[in-house]
């Protein structure tokens, strides 16, 4: 299960490079960067989900910072 979980984040983050507006890419990349987290915590590797959380909060944050 922890593979497919791992491929479904891969896909996700690359479908993201697909985004035509700066926004929508980085809400995917946000979105696949908790698919990670969520791998890593399957996994037991800290490393993988301390990586994401650092990405999925820049992409997030960036997100809301353009709407201000």
């Not at 922890?2 to 890419?25: D, K, M, Q």
């Not at 890593?40 to 997100?63: D, Q």
Request: glycine content about 2%; some cysteine; aromatic content about 10%.
């Amino acid at each position: 299960m922890e593979s497919v979980l791992g491929w479904v984040a891969t896909a996700a983050f690359s479908a993201s490079y697909f985004a035509r507006r700066p926004a929508a890419l980085r809400r995917i990349q946000a979105c696949a960067a908790c698919l990670w987290i969520a791998y890593g915590l399957a996994i037991h590797a800290l490393p993988v989900v301390a990586a994401n959380l650092i990405v999925a909060a820049a992409a997030l944050y960036s997100t809301t910072r353009d709407r201000a």
